[in-house]
């Protein structure tokens, strides 16, 4: 398993949002709250947009844990972004290998995700047999999670760097309904759990998703106010949900005020568009 954020919004400084909250990722990435297994230490990786350089993200991934990677520190201090990605692994599927950090990235996309494909070696030559050869070529790893993110584009549409909004939540949806089936057809009957998160750097699509409804998701939290703010040591969101000019969405809360989060619905979507307007609905196939 592993622990995620993301955030859309005012362009904010990526310490804000990454190092400097009581409950930041990296804090996560030693001491999760919501995890049996505290250490999330095997690798990590952010992803940002600057979109009036580019439309397609920076990206830095290491095999280092968050917590001992100097460099995540410097760049965190001196890089404001409007959408940011930022990921630390707890290994389930696939070794200790570099290509195994999220997010993973394709165009302008990013995709990241929390969670366990159940027995993944019993659908995994379905999955890649489904996938056409540009999809298929982009594996450069072992995870259950990359081959979920291929899934994903080659169940897209329209090309990847065009998917709306609404065709990037059509795309997810047969990605996790092809997930289940291929589960049911080979006699899996252990749970998979998929807190899926994608952007292009203007939209952002999650998914909190468990194949059991019997059976509990991962944690996935949000909150949504004018700013996120640090300022002499704390951390919080601002005018709490009277604005969308800030958006977090996080495996635990960052902050010790819990009243400011959300719990995300089970089995739900969640979903930003480009004017940072949020939707919650549930996952229906």
């Known amino acids: 398993m592993c622990r995620f954020m993301v955030y859309k919004g005012l362009p904010a400084l990526m310490a804000d949002l990454v190092t400097r909250p009581s409950h930041s990722l990296i804090k996560q990435s030693i001491k999760s709250l919501e995890r049996e297994e505290p250490l999330n230490g095997d690798g990590f990786g952010i992803g940002w947009y600057i979109p009036q350089i580019s439309s397609k993200p920076g990206l830095y991934t290491s095999l280092t844990p968050a917590w001992a990677n100097r460099n995540l520190e410097r760049i965190a201090e001196t890089i404001e972004t409007p959408c940011l990605f930022a990921h630390v692994r707890a290994a389930s599927v696939g070794g200790l290998i570099e290509t195994n950090c999220h997010p993973f990235q394709y165009g302008n996309l990013l995709f990241m995700h929390n969670g366990t494909i159940a027995e993944f070696e019993k659908i995994k030559r379905k999955l890649r047999e489904s996938l056409k050869d540009e999809y298929y070529n982009i594996i450069l790893g072992t995870t259950d ?141």
């Open 145 to 285: 999670s990359e081959h979920a993110f291929a899934l994903f584009l080659n169940s897209l549409k329209t090309a990847p760097d065009e998917a709306s909004l609404k065709e990037i939540v059509e795309a997810l949806s047969v990605c996790l309904k092809k997930i289940r089936d291929w589960s049911f057809e080979e006699e899996i009957d252990k749970i998979s759990t998929c807190n899926f998160a994608v952007t292009n750097g203007k939209e952002i699509v999650v998914t909190r998703y468990v194949s059991d409804p019997g059976y509990k998701a991962e944690s996935l939290y949000y909150t949504t106010g004018k700013r996120f703010e640090c300022l002499e040591g704390e951390c919080r969101m601002i005018d709490l949900k009277k604005e969308s000019n800030a958006i977090i969405i996080s495996s635990e809360p960052l902050t010790e005020y819990r009243e400011d989060w959300t719990s995300l619905p089970e089995n739900h979507f969640l979903t930003v568009n480009s004017d940072n307007k949020m939707d919650l609905f549930p996952i229906i196939f």
